[in-house]
């Protein structure tokens, strides 16, 4: 006879419940401590809002007015160390973080003065939210976008479950390099419901990672309740059913909170982690602006009226006026001073209209508009002093031949004994004695536990992946197929690509993307693109494409060493080539933005990359025109040696540029936008472009063939070029 057996998570999953014995017996400094954060919070947000309604705020302002105690409650179990991430309702958490640092010891919110430093804190993050210099970020980040590292604040997502990932990857750094701290995503019902979410959850708990999955769950994304888009909406359900331990809580509730959070930091320093807390709680306004949802028609002012009697400042105001710790005096106290300190902060960033009430903006505290491209990417003096060496050099001593892969393998081995802050992450990179490509051959033996095995999650590891680099360690991801860079694309785009420009600068991002191109193996349609064009449209990236095992090596160590993102383009059809290289030398670097001459000529320039450098070299030798070949080695806006481009075009009035991918994927019509701009006056001809058809090769072999450029194209370019 068929039976049923239950079946529980393996991990802990509860709610705590708490009554006014657990607010007794917290220490009374603490509940008035969380009361004055609360109301400072609130203060500061209905401010915002009135700047808002003044036309003072460009862009959205996401208050976070209802919500406090979750912020309060789960900042007082964090200390400066930890780090933390938000969405784009964070102000709260933010200003908290910010505060805390500068919050002297023993400080007494019914007696002492707010100190300079404190001030500071709350001048300088209105600022940034007002999109004003001397906000952490410069005014570039606004109300969305907020970092300060030095607080533990390493940078909050607009993106929708953008950021789990990278509280991920935070933790991931702290573990790899040994330090007892904790990292913090927080999020909402309408984050948890997003494939990135889960896939940090997941990573984090794969890797035991000591991050928090903090999930403000206040029922409602924008204007749609939780229960119209999933079924199961206890949230926490999430991190259970990953084997998290999880725990649910009243977000209204700032001790509930904190007990929630204290009892997390207790898990993790017993289990390592990760942790989910689900708290429970209502916005009171719209999602953007002080109207009411129930002006919107989504909710009804009756729920709007239940929520607000569970107020959470009017519940810690009546709490602590019961328990006899706070006069009427001293609240109104309190009060008066949180709302002068704001107002304080408001006034030093307006000024009045002349000849009338309105305020304006001082024209001093803008952002110069000169500025607006600054910071992409940083100025590369970190390789400044590293060993350099060339084609020329390289052939002036001994040399040794070797397959592009070894070369690969070993570069890699070779970086990794000098720093330890390089770890390798991606899909089988610890198995099949090196992965899938060979790449970590000879690294699994010596460092096992700097070779992470990531789940098929492209997009969440590569969250991860930058989060570990904005945290202290320097990530190898390994992309298996370019089309699986579009899984990635979020990350790639919005977070990796962005992150340093929306920031304002002033810190490293040293993340490494290996991308394998595989277009002629017969794959087909979704595992044979090159995804060169979609890094390109992103100026926070580097990119390389070595076309020989020379190349790899020294472009690979420049960007170990760099500062910036840097994708490398692997084309798997030189992993088997041999190449000649350095006897015994894996450590010598290429700069960035050098292309390299690969074969002298007067009659036309050929621009190329990857296999298509030897494709052109050889449909030279075949047709007997004296073309002058550039090996471009750097694709990015940053990095393209226009210099040296342009030195041959002089000489020769005539481009071609070749590249096997195909057409829809080619970079080679900005290219031509960028000479015809540099160098019109030097064109005799026009600018013949060598691509693959429009769509993307397919399975059968003959279509495939059909479906890539080859030596034969470039052939009959260089004919017509030079013939006209």
């Given at each position: 006879m068929v039976s049923q057996t239950p079946l529980n998570p393996s991990a802990p999953?509860?709610?705590?419940?708490?009554?006014?014995?657990?607010?007794?017996?917290?220490?009374?400094?603490?509940?008035?401590?969380?009361?004055?954060?609360?109301?400072?919070?609130?203060?500061f947000e209905e401010k915002l809002l009135d700047l808002e309604k003044a036309g003072l705020i460009h862009g959205?302002?996401?208050?976070?007015?209802?919500?406090?105690?979750?912020?309060?409650?789960?900042?007082?179990?964090?200390?400066?160390?930890?780090?933390?991430?938000?969405?784009?309702?964070?102000?709260?958490?933010?200003?908290?973080?910010?505060?805390?640092p500068a919050v002297p010891q023993?400080?007494?919110?019914?007696?002492?003065?707010?100190?300079?430093?404190?001030?500071?804190?709350?001048?300088?993050?209105?600022?940034?939210?007002?999109?004003?210099?001397?906000?952490?970020?410069?005014?570039?980040?606004?109300?969305?976008?907020?970092?300060?590292?030095?607080?533990?604040?390493?940078?909050?997502?607009?993106?929708?479950?953008?950021?789990?990932?990278?509280?991920?990857?935070?933790?991931?750094?702290?573990?790899?390099?040994?330090?007892?701290?904790?990292?913090?995503?927080?999020?909402?019902?309408?984050?948890?419901?997003?494939?990135?979410?889960?896939?940090?959850?997941?990573?984090?708990?794969?890797?035991?990672?000591?991050?928090?999955?903090?999930?403000?769950?206040?029922?409602?994304?924008?204007?749609?309740?939780?229960?119209?888009?999933?079924?199961?909406?206890?949230l926490s359900s999430r991190g259970a059913m990953l084997?998290?331990?999880?725990?649910?809580?009243?977000?209204?509730?700032?001790?509930?909170?904190?007990?929630?959070?204290?009892?997390?930091?207790?898990?993790?320093?017993?289990?390592?982690?990760?942790?989910?807390?689900?708290?429970?709680?209502?916005?009171?306004?719209?999602?953007?602006?002080?109207?009411?949802g129930s002006d919107f028609g989504y909710r009804s002012k009756e729920e709007e009226a239940i929520w607000r009697e569970r107020d959470p400042v009017a519940l810690?105001?009546?709490?602590?006026?019961?328990?006899?710790?706070?006069?009427?005096?001293?609240?109104?106290?309190?009060?008066?001073?949180v709302t002068d300190r704001v107002g304080a902060a408001a006034a030093r960033l307006t000024e009045p209209v002349p000849g009338g009430n309105a305020l304006r903006i001082p024209d001093s505290l803008w952002p110069d508009p000169a500025t607006r491209d600054q910071g992409m990417l940083g100025d590369l003096s970190e390789l400044a002093g590293k060993r350099m060496l060339d084609h020329d050099a390289m052939r002036a001593g001994p040399v040794e031949k070797v397959k592009f892969v070894t070369a690969a393998s070993e570069t890699l081995a070779a970086a990794m004994a000098r720093d330890p802050r390089i770890i390798v992450m991606g899909e089988d990179v610890h198995q099949m004695r090196g992965g899938v490509s060979?790449?970590?051959?000879?690294?699994?033996?010596?460092?096992?536990?700097?070779?992470?095995?990531?789940?098929?999650?492209?997009n969440g590891f590569?969250?991860?992946?930058?989060?570990?680099?904005?945290?202290?360690?320097?990530?190898?991801?390994?992309?298996?197929?370019?089309?699986?860079?579009?899984?990635?694309?979020?990350?790639?785009?919005?977070?990796?690509?962005?992150?340093?420009?929306?920031f304002g600068d002033?810190?490293?991002?040293?993340?490494?993307?290996?991308?394998?191109?595989?277009?002629?193996?017969?794959?087909?349609?979704?595992?044979?693109?090159?995804?060169?064009?979609?890094?390109?449209?992103?100026?926070?990236?580097?990119?390389?494409?070595?076309?020989?095992?020379?190349?790899?090596?020294?472009?690979?160590?420049?960007?170990?060493?760099?500062?910036?993102?840097?994708?490398?383009?692997?084309?798997?059809e030189l992993y088997q080539r041999e190449f000649e290289v350095p006897a015994g030398d894996r450590e010598f670097h290429i700069p960035f933005g050098a292309a390299n001459i690969v074969r002298s000529g007067m009659q036309c320039t050929v621009l190329a990359t990857s296999v298509m450098v030897q494709n052109t070299v050889k449909a030279a030798e075949e047709s007997g025109i004296d073309a002058e070949i550039i090996d471009l080695r750097n694709i990015d806006h940053h990095g393209m040696d226009w210099e040296l481009i342009g030195t041959s075009i002089a000489k020769t009035g005539r481009v071609v540029i070749a590249e096997q991918t195909a057409r829809s994927l080619s970079m080679g019509a900005i290219w031509t936008a960028e000479i015809q701009e540099r160098f019109f006056d030097f064109l005799d001809h026009e600018i013949l472009r060598v691509t693959g058809g429009l769509a993307a090769p397919t399975v059968s072999a003959v279509l495939n063939r059909a479906a890539l450029a080859t030596s034969a194209d470039i052939r009959d370019a260089l004919h017509k070029i030079a013939e006209n």
């Amino acid at each position: 006879m068929v039976s049923q057996t239950p079946l529980n998570p393996s991990a802990p999953w509860f709610r705590i419940e708490l009554d006014e014995t657990d607010w007794r017996e917290e220490e009374a400094q603490n509940l008035i401590h969380w009361y004055g954060q609360m109301l400072l919070v609130r203060r500061f947000e209905e401010k915002l809002l009135d700047l808002e309604k003044a036309g003072l705020i460009h862009g959205p302002a996401h208050s976070s007015i209802g919500q406090e105690a979750g912020a309060v409650g789960a900042m007082s179990a964090l200390v400066t160390g930890d780090k933390i991430n938000g969405t784009h309702r964070a102000h709260h958490q933010v200003l908290l973080k910010l505060l805390n640092p500068a919050v002297p010891q023993g400080f007494d919110i019914r007696e002492d003065a707010f100190t300079p430093e404190m001030d500071d804190a709350i001048y300088r993050f209105m600022a940034e939210i007002m999109g004003l210099t001397p906000g952490y970020c410069g005014g570039r980040g606004g109300s969305m976008h907020m970092r300060f590292a030095d607080a533990g604040v390493v940078g909050t997502s607009a993106i929708v479950g953008g950021n789990p990932p990278h509280a991920a990857g935070y933790a991931l750094a702290d573990k790899v390099l040994g330090r007892d701290q904790i990292s913090v995503a927080f999020f909402g019902d309408g984050a948890t419901q997003n494939g990135a979410s889960y896939e940090a959850m997941n990573i984090a708990a794969a890797q035991s990672l000591p991050v928090i999955f903090f999930i403000e769950n206040n029922l409602y994304g924008v204007s749609t309740r939780i229960s119209e888009v999933t079924r199961e909406t206890r949230l926490s359900s999430r991190g259970a059913m990953l084997g998290i331990a999880s725990i649910e809580c009243d977000g209204m509730d700032v001790v509930a909170v904190h007990r929630a959070m204290v009892e997390a930091r207790r898990i993790i320093r017993e289990t390592g982690g990760p942790v989910v807390v689900e708290a429970l709680c209502y916005r009171h306004f719209h999602q953007s602006g002080g109207r009411n949802g129930s002006d919107f028609g989504y909710r009804s002012k009756e729920e709007e009226a239940i929520w607000r009697e569970r107020d959470p400042v009017a519940l810690a105001e009546a709490r602590l006026s019961a328990l006899g710790l706070l006069s009427s005096e001293e609240l109104a106290r309190i009060d008066a001073l949180v709302t002068d300190r704001v107002g304080a902060a408001a006034a030093r960033l307006t000024e009045p209209v002349p000849g009338g009430n309105a305020l304006r903006i001082p024209d001093s505290l803008w952002p110069d508009p000169a500025t607006r491209d600054q910071g992409m990417l940083g100025d590369l003096s970190e390789l400044a002093g590293k060993r350099m060496l060339d084609h020329d050099a390289m052939r002036a001593g001994p040399v040794e031949k070797v397959k592009f892969v070894t070369a690969a393998s070993e570069t890699l081995a070779a970086a990794m004994a000098r720093d330890p802050r390089i770890i390798v992450m991606g899909e089988d990179v610890h198995q099949m004695r090196g992965g899938v490509s060979g790449f970590t051959k000879g690294v699994l033996e010596r460092w096992p536990d700097r070779v992470l095995p990531m789940p098929i999650a492209e997009n969440g590891f590569t969250g991860v992946a930058l989060g570990a680099a904005l945290n202290g360690l320097r990530p190898i991801v390994e992309v298996m197929f370019g089309d699986f860079c579009f899984t990635a694309a979020d990350q790639i785009a919005n977070g990796v690509g962005k992150v340093r420009h929306m920031f304002g600068d002033g810190f490293p991002v040293p993340l490494v993307m290996r991308v394998r191109v595989s277009p002629h193996t017969g794959y087909g349609s979704q595992h044979s693109g090159d995804p060169s064009a979609l890094f390109a449209m992103f100026p926070g990236w580097r990119i390389v494409t070595p076309s020989n095992a020379f190349d790899y090596i020294g472009l690979m160590n420049s960007a170990l060493e760099c500062n910036d993102p840097v994708v490398v383009i692997e084309h798997t059809e030189l992993y088997q080539r041999e190449f000649e290289v350095p006897a015994g030398d894996r450590e010598f670097h290429i700069p960035f933005g050098a292309a390299n001459i690969v074969r002298s000529g007067m009659q036309c320039t050929v621009l190329a990359t990857s296999v298509m450098v030897q494709n052109t070299v050889k449909a030279a030798e075949e047709s007997g025109i004296d073309a002058e070949i550039i090996d471009l080695r750097n694709i990015d806006h940053h990095g393209m040696d226009w210099e040296l481009i342009g030195t041959s075009i002089a000489k020769t009035g005539r481009v071609v540029i070749a590249e096997q991918t195909a057409r829809s994927l080619s970079m080679g019509a900005i290219w031509t936008a960028e000479i015809q701009e540099r160098f019109f006056d030097f064109l005799d001809h026009e600018i013949l472009r060598v691509t693959g058809g429009l769509a993307a090769p397919t399975v059968s072999a003959v279509l495939n063939r059909a479906a890539l450029a080859t030596s034969a194209d470039i052939r009959d370019a260089l004919h017509k070029i030079a013939e006209n």
